[in-house]
């Protein structure tokens, strides 16, 4: 790609010199009012070519997203085609709107020749161009294949997920970014989000998140004495917000009328915007348990957090799948001395032998039982236990009685406080389990793009775990001597773990 004059060989140098229309529709140079996380969103356009984006209502992000297309498109000497997409082809062509407002701020002995319909911007010496689409039609009226795309408001699409699957095919290694406030649990931003938390896929999505806090003009003034409640304060001290921030907070709040309304519009993290299920096996107060939540990086197979403990035994609890790439084989160490993870090992890519062979490794050097799922492939996962002469595992029978014991040992662990550690992709899972109207055991939503694997090996863990007892010399340095064993300083000390 060549550039026009040095300033236009830097791309934020070149977005910084665009003028925009501010608020009042006044121009400004976009350099002057360009906000942290709209550098971040540029380097992310340098460095990514799969980005989705969850934000708040008007956050800017539309703005230096186009920005960043067009210096594309005016600098490059190839007949770029990038597509502007909305449900509507109308509210797309009010975002190529734009692309004419930078148009005509550039200096005249740079400005290159370009020429416009209500639906279309084009640069006439290289033919790159962009276009507006509504994401309804977009399999009838495209036309030439695309080399970057926009999808504003991404999670509003009906069949988002098809016209996704049929557009990167298009757009092939190009850019592909989506954009949108939440809509619903399972809305299908939510189901890109969930493939990108597991690595899943061949290009995997860099999932950015846009706080409101981070626009400079969502603070409000006050100048009488404001008493904020200790859960604003909270709120405050968690997300580092300073006053304004806050009391901007409570106005809009009081403006909505709803302040889960408010969240959805403006949530202050993923987790949050998607929160508030309907259903829920688990409510985000039961959750709030685990007070201690540790990190797995998308794609890793096999992920340790502690070393084997001599006295201190650990179980893995195992949900076998096939490995052809849909659901996960989940091995899920837990030890018995505080209840908290040592290793996982997950793939949906291992075939039943090799993950067998895998777990047996990890679970001889941890001296792990086994305890497995006793469905399909956990009778296969079991012959090559078998075959190796591993003899310490429980097959865990599955019926309709047995899933339910194994999920209510699962709740009693939570609403009881005995587990304060999970790592996040499990603790995804428990928040994505819904309630059965039948009264049968709990699952997850219907969808390729969620899973319940980790959850099912976790419970069969606890379950494990039930009857194992801690060595005395580890119990004492753990729960305290005999002495102080009913302490009301450790909540754990006077508790029946048997």
């Known amino acids: 790609m060549k550039c026009i004059g040095d300033l236009y060989a830097n791309r934020l140098l070149h977005i910084c010199s665009l003028d925009i229309l501010n608020k009042r529709k006044k121009r400004v140079r976009f350099g002057d009012v360009l906000y942290p996380s709209q550098r971040d969103a540029v380097w992310s356009f340098e460095n990514h070519r799969r980005i989705a984006v969850v934000k708040g209502r008007q956050l800017g992000f539309t703005t230096v997203l186009n920005a960043d297309r067009y210096c594309e498109l005016a600098t490059s000497t190839n007949g770029l085609h990038h597509g502007l997409f909305a449900v509507k082809r109308a509210a797309a062509e009010k975002l190529l709107q734009m692309m004419r407002t930078f148009h005509k701020g550039v200096p005249e002995k740079h400005r290159r020749t370009a020429s416009h319909t209500r639906s279309t911007f084009e640069f006439g010496i290289t033919g790159a161009k962009a276009e507006a689409f509504s994401a309804l039609t977009y399999d009838s009226d495209r036309g030439a294949t695309l080399s970057s795309a926009h999808l504003s408001e991404f999670a509003y699409y009906p069949d988002g997920m098809e016209m996704l699957a049929s557009l990167t095919s298009s757009v092939n290694e190009g850019l592909v970014v989506l954009e949108s406030t939440p809509n619903h649990w399972g809305d299908p931003l939510h189901q890109v989000i969930q493939s990108a938390?597991?690595?899943?896929?061949?290009?995997?999505?860099?999932?950015?998140?846009?706080?409101?806090?981070?626009?400079?003009?969502?603070?409000?003034?006050?100048?009488?004495?404001?008493?904020?409640?200790?859960?604003?304060?909270?709120?405050?001290?968690?997300?580092?917000?300073?006053?304004?921030?806050?009391?901007?907070?409570?106005?809009?709040?009081?403006?909505?009328?709803?302040?889960?309304?408010?969240?959805?519009?403006?949530?202050?993290?993923?987790?949050?915007?998607?929160?508030?299920?309907?259903?829920?096996?688990?409510?985000?107060?039961?959750?709030?348990v685990?007070?201690?939540?540790?990190?797995?990086?998308?794609?890793?197979?096999?992920?340790?957090?502690?070393?084997?403990?001599?006295?201190?035994?650990?179980?893995?609890g195992v949900d076998v799948a096939e490995g052809v790439g849909l659901d996960y084989s989940v091995a899920y160490g837990v030890d018995r001395a505080a209840l908290r993870p040592v290793m996982t090992l997950s793939s949906n890519r291992m075939g039943i032998r090799a993950f067998a062979e895998s777990v047996a490794t990890q679970?001889?050097?941890?001296?792990?039982?086994?305890?497995?799922?006793?469905?399909?492939?956990?009778?296969?996962?079991?012959?090559?236990?078998?075959?190796?002469?591993?003899?310490?595992?429980?097959?865990?029978?599955?019926?309709v009685k047995s899933k339910l014991k194994l999920y209510d040992v699962l709740r009693t662990h939570v609403d009881e406080g005995l587990v304060d550690?999970?790592?996040?992709?499990?603790?995804?899972?428990?928040?994505?389990?819904?309630?059965?109207?039948?009264?049968?055991?709990?699952?997850?939503?219907?969808?390729?793009?969620?899973?319940?694997?980790?959850?099912?090996?976790?419970?069969?863990?606890?379950?494990?775990?039930?009857?194992?007892?801690?060595?005395?010399?580890?119990?004492?340095?753990?729960?305290?001597?005999?002495?102080?064993?009913?302490?009301?300083?450790?909540?754990?000390?006077?508790?029946?773990?048997?």
């Not at 001889?364 to 190796?388: M, P, Q, T």
């Open 363 to 399: 679970a001889s050097k941890y001296n792990a039982r086994i305890v497995v799922e006793l469905n399909n492939h956990g009778h296969a996962f079991k012959a090559v236990l078998d075959g190796l002469g591993f003899t310490n595992y429980e097959a865990f029978k599955t019926s």
């Open 290 to 316: 685990f007070t201690n939540v540790l990190r797995v990086s998308p794609g890793v197979e096999l992920q340790k957090w502690q070393e084997p403990e001599v006295g201190n035994p650990v179980v893995f």
């Open 421 to 498: 550690t999970i790592d996040d992709l499990t603790l995804n899972e428990l928040k994505q389990l819904q309630r059965s109207e039948k009264g049968l055991a709990p699952k997850h939503p219907d969808g390729l793009q969620f899973h319940d694997d980790r959850v099912m090996s976790y419970s069969l863990a606890l379950w494990g775990l039930r009857h194992m007892r801690v060595s005395g010399g580890l119990a004492d340095d753990l729960f305290g001597s005999t002495k102080d064993k009913t302490s009301t300083r450790n909540p754990r000390r006077n508790r029946s773990w048997n």
């Open 197 to 288: 938390q597991y690595g899943d896929g061949e290009a995997p999505w860099h999932v950015l998140f846009i706080p409101w806090w981070h626009f400079p003009e969502y603070r409000k003034r006050f100048t009488h004495k404001v008493r904020f409640t200790d859960a604003e304060l909270a709120f405050q001290v968690r997300h580092k917000l300073d006053r304004e921030q806050l009391y901007w907070r409570r106005m809009r709040i009081r403006e909505m009328g709803d302040p889960i309304l408010f969240r959805r519009e403006y949530p202050p993290t993923i987790d949050a915007a998607y929160g508030d299920v309907d259903g829920a096996y688990f409510s985000a107060e039961q959750l709030g």
